[in-house]
Protein backbone atom coordinates (compact mmCIF):
# COMPACT_ATOMS: atom_id res chain seq x y z
CA UNK A 1 0.00 0.00 0.00
CA UNK A 2 1.22 3.62 -0.68
CA UNK A 3 2.70 5.08 2.13
CA UNK A 4 0.57 8.81 1.70
CA UNK A 5 -2.27 6.02 1.65
CA UNK A 6 -1.83 4.08 4.66
CA UNK A 7 -0.72 7.53 6.31
CA UNK A 8 -4.38 9.11 5.20
CA UNK A 9 -5.95 6.55 6.92
CA UNK A 10 -4.09 6.08 9.79
CA UNK A 11 -4.97 9.52 10.44
CA UNK A 12 -8.54 9.54 9.23
CA UNK A 13 -11.21 10.13 12.22
CA UNK A 14 -12.23 6.38 13.62
CA UNK A 15 -15.79 5.31 13.61
CA UNK A 16 -18.00 6.07 16.41
CA UNK A 17 -18.33 3.93 19.36
CA UNK A 18 -22.14 3.13 19.58
CA UNK A 19 -23.95 2.05 22.67
CA UNK A 20 -24.57 -1.61 23.34
CA UNK A 21 -28.34 -2.31 22.83
CA UNK A 22 -30.64 -3.67 25.24
CA UNK A 23 -31.92 -7.34 25.10
CA UNK A 24 -35.27 -6.17 23.77
CA UNK A 25 -33.49 -3.78 20.97
CA UNK A 26 -31.57 -6.20 19.75
CA UNK A 27 -33.90 -9.20 19.29
CA UNK A 28 -36.41 -6.76 18.02
CA UNK A 29 -34.03 -5.60 15.29
CA UNK A 30 -32.94 -8.49 14.51
CA UNK A 31 -35.89 -10.06 14.00
CA UNK A 32 -38.04 -10.66 10.59
CA UNK A 33 -41.98 -10.09 12.76
CA UNK A 34 -43.44 -10.60 15.68
CA UNK A 35 -45.74 -13.67 15.94
CA UNK A 36 -48.92 -13.65 18.26
CA UNK A 37 -49.96 -17.05 19.47
CA UNK A 38 -53.19 -18.70 21.75
CA UNK A 39 -51.77 -21.22 24.53
CA UNK A 40 -54.97 -22.94 25.86
CA UNK A 41 -54.62 -23.62 29.29
CA UNK A 42 -56.89 -27.07 29.54
CA UNK A 43 -55.36 -28.90 32.51
CA UNK A 44 -56.55 -28.73 36.18
CA UNK A 45 -53.10 -29.63 37.08
CA UNK A 46 -50.69 -27.49 38.29
CA UNK A 47 -49.91 -24.50 36.55
CA UNK A 48 -46.72 -25.22 35.58
CA UNK A 49 -47.41 -28.62 33.79
CA UNK A 50 -50.41 -26.96 32.40
CA UNK A 51 -48.40 -24.27 30.61
CA UNK A 52 -45.69 -26.75 29.38
CA UNK A 53 -48.59 -29.26 27.87
CA UNK A 54 -50.55 -25.85 26.54
CA UNK A 55 -47.40 -24.51 24.36
CA UNK A 56 -46.75 -27.48 22.91
CA UNK A 57 -50.60 -27.38 21.50
CA UNK A 58 -50.39 -23.12 20.90
CA UNK A 59 -52.38 -21.87 17.93
CA UNK A 60 -51.23 -19.37 15.66
CA UNK A 61 -53.33 -16.11 15.87
CA UNK A 62 -50.88 -14.53 13.07
CA UNK A 63 -48.23 -12.13 12.23
CA UNK A 64 -48.63 -8.09 13.88
CA UNK A 65 -45.91 -6.83 12.88
CA UNK A 66 -43.20 -7.70 9.99
CA UNK A 67 -40.36 -5.69 7.96
CA UNK A 68 -41.29 -7.44 4.70
CA UNK A 69 -43.95 -9.38 3.36
CA UNK A 70 -43.53 -12.80 5.06
CA UNK A 71 -46.53 -15.40 5.69
CA UNK A 72 -46.57 -16.90 9.08
CA UNK A 73 -45.15 -20.06 10.46
CA UNK A 74 -48.21 -22.92 9.35
CA UNK A 75 -46.83 -25.42 12.07
CA UNK A 76 -45.02 -25.18 15.17
CA UNK A 77 -42.18 -26.97 16.60
CA UNK A 78 -41.97 -25.53 20.41
CA UNK A 79 -40.17 -26.41 23.62
CA UNK A 80 -41.69 -25.43 26.60
CA UNK A 81 -40.04 -22.19 28.38
CA UNK A 82 -39.85 -21.68 31.95
CA UNK A 83 -42.34 -19.05 33.36
CA UNK A 84 -41.85 -18.46 37.14
CA UNK A 85 -44.97 -18.73 39.65
CA UNK A 86 -45.70 -15.56 39.92
CA UNK A 87 -45.76 -14.76 36.60
CA UNK A 88 -48.31 -18.02 35.97
CA UNK A 89 -50.95 -16.48 39.11
CA UNK A 90 -52.38 -14.30 36.77
CA UNK A 91 -53.60 -17.37 34.09
CA UNK A 92 -55.42 -18.78 36.82
CA UNK A 93 -58.75 -19.80 35.78
CA UNK A 94 -58.00 -18.85 32.36
CA UNK A 95 -58.66 -21.06 28.93
CA UNK A 96 -55.76 -19.82 27.23
CA UNK A 97 -53.25 -16.96 26.88
CA UNK A 98 -51.74 -15.07 24.23
CA UNK A 99 -48.14 -14.86 23.85
CA UNK A 100 -45.79 -12.70 21.49
CA UNK A 101 -42.71 -14.43 19.74
CA UNK A 102 -40.24 -13.01 17.83
CA UNK A 103 -39.96 -14.76 14.16
CA UNK A 104 -36.16 -14.89 13.21
CA UNK A 105 -35.10 -13.75 10.06
CA UNK A 106 -34.81 -16.62 7.04
CA UNK A 107 -36.36 -19.60 8.58
CA UNK A 108 -39.45 -17.93 9.86
CA UNK A 109 -38.46 -20.14 13.32
CA UNK A 110 -40.14 -18.62 16.11
CA UNK A 111 -37.88 -17.26 19.09
CA UNK A 112 -39.04 -16.12 22.75
CA UNK A 113 -38.74 -13.07 24.12
CA UNK A 114 -35.75 -11.82 26.58
CA UNK A 115 -37.10 -11.83 30.05
CA UNK A 116 -39.47 -14.62 28.59
CA UNK A 117 -38.95 -16.80 32.19
CA UNK A 118 -40.49 -13.32 33.63
CA UNK A 119 -43.63 -13.56 31.75
CA UNK A 120 -42.31 -11.02 28.87
CA UNK A 121 -44.94 -10.38 26.41
CA UNK A 122 -47.30 -12.75 28.07
CA UNK A 123 -51.26 -12.00 28.12
CA UNK A 124 -51.39 -12.09 31.95
CA UNK A 125 -49.18 -9.23 32.59
CA UNK A 126 -49.98 -5.77 32.30
CA UNK A 127 -47.30 -4.81 30.08
CA UNK A 128 -49.17 -7.01 26.64
CA UNK A 129 -50.90 -4.31 25.44
CA UNK A 130 -48.29 -1.12 25.48
CA UNK A 131 -45.64 -4.13 24.27
CA UNK A 132 -47.59 -5.43 21.67
CA UNK A 133 -48.58 -1.59 20.54
CA UNK A 134 -45.11 -0.55 20.62
CA UNK A 135 -43.73 -3.38 18.39
CA UNK A 136 -46.09 -2.84 16.08
CA UNK A 137 -45.00 0.84 15.49
CA UNK A 138 -41.15 0.23 16.00
CA UNK A 139 -41.13 -2.42 12.86
CA UNK A 140 -42.34 0.39 10.71
CA UNK A 141 -39.47 2.77 11.71
CA UNK A 142 -36.30 3.29 8.97
CA UNK A 143 -33.21 4.39 8.89
CA UNK A 144 -33.49 8.55 8.19
CA UNK A 145 -29.79 9.84 7.88
CA UNK A 146 -29.62 9.90 4.23
CA UNK A 147 -32.78 11.92 3.48
CA UNK A 148 -32.11 15.43 1.95
CA UNK A 149 -33.82 17.43 4.50
CA UNK A 150 -32.85 19.27 7.74
CA UNK A 151 -31.57 17.85 10.75
CA UNK A 152 -34.89 18.56 12.43
CA UNK A 153 -37.17 16.63 10.14
CA UNK A 154 -35.75 13.73 10.64
CA UNK A 155 -36.50 11.02 13.32
CA UNK A 156 -40.46 12.69 13.49
CA UNK A 157 -41.75 9.27 14.81
CA UNK A 158 -38.89 7.96 17.20
CA UNK A 159 -38.71 12.19 18.77
CA UNK A 160 -43.11 11.83 19.74
CA UNK A 161 -42.40 8.01 20.93
CA UNK A 162 -39.98 9.55 23.07
CA UNK A 163 -42.52 11.46 25.24
CA UNK A 164 -45.06 8.58 24.74
CA UNK A 165 -46.46 7.33 27.92
CA UNK A 166 -45.92 3.56 26.83
CA UNK A 167 -42.73 2.44 28.22
CA UNK A 168 -42.06 0.10 25.37
CA UNK A 169 -42.21 2.84 23.01
CA UNK A 170 -40.17 5.21 24.81
CA UNK A 171 -37.47 2.74 25.26
CA UNK A 172 -37.18 1.31 21.74
CA UNK A 173 -37.10 4.68 20.41
CA UNK A 174 -34.47 5.54 22.49
CA UNK A 175 -32.32 2.92 21.70
CA UNK A 176 -33.15 3.14 17.81
CA UNK A 177 -32.01 6.80 17.87
CA UNK A 178 -28.70 5.66 20.05
CA UNK A 179 -28.00 2.97 17.46
CA UNK A 180 -28.45 5.21 14.30
CA UNK A 181 -26.21 7.89 15.76
CA UNK A 182 -29.53 10.23 16.85
CA UNK A 183 -28.39 10.49 20.50
CA UNK A 184 -28.62 13.91 20.52
CA UNK A 185 -32.38 13.91 19.84
CA UNK A 186 -32.75 11.71 22.79
CA UNK A 187 -30.49 14.18 25.24
CA UNK A 188 -32.99 16.92 23.59
CA UNK A 189 -36.33 15.12 24.42
CA UNK A 190 -35.19 13.27 27.94
CA UNK A 191 -32.05 16.15 29.22
CA UNK A 192 -28.42 15.64 29.16
CA UNK A 193 -27.00 12.26 30.86
CA UNK A 194 -26.78 12.91 34.59
CA UNK A 195 -29.47 15.27 34.83
CA UNK A 196 -32.51 15.17 37.40
CA UNK A 197 -34.53 15.30 34.01
CA UNK A 198 -32.68 13.02 32.20
CA UNK A 199 -32.84 10.29 34.94
CA UNK A 200 -36.81 10.96 35.26
CA UNK A 201 -37.55 10.07 32.08
CA UNK A 202 -35.24 6.98 31.72
CA UNK A 203 -37.09 6.09 34.65
CA UNK A 204 -40.34 5.77 33.08
CA UNK A 205 -38.91 3.96 29.78
CA UNK A 206 -37.64 1.01 32.14
CA UNK A 207 -39.46 -2.38 30.69
CA UNK A 208 -38.15 -4.88 33.03
CA UNK A 209 -41.65 -7.24 33.72
CA UNK A 210 -43.55 -7.30 36.53
CA UNK A 211 -44.94 -10.06 37.52
CA UNK A 212 -45.17 -9.73 41.37
CA UNK A 213 -49.19 -11.11 42.80
Known amino acids: MNTLVLLSLLAADPAPLLPLPSQLYKAVSEAAGVLELEVPLISEERPTPRWEDGVKKAKVLGLIATRAPIDPPVGLSLKPWEIIRSCLHRMDGRSSVKVLLLV ?24 YAPLKAALVESFTWHEERMRAVGAGQLWQAQRKALTSDNPYLRHLAAEFL ?17 TPERQKNEAASKVVPDCRP
Open 104 to 127: APGTGAPMVFPLSEFGFALESTKG
Open 178 to 194: AQHEAQDVVDTAWGLKG
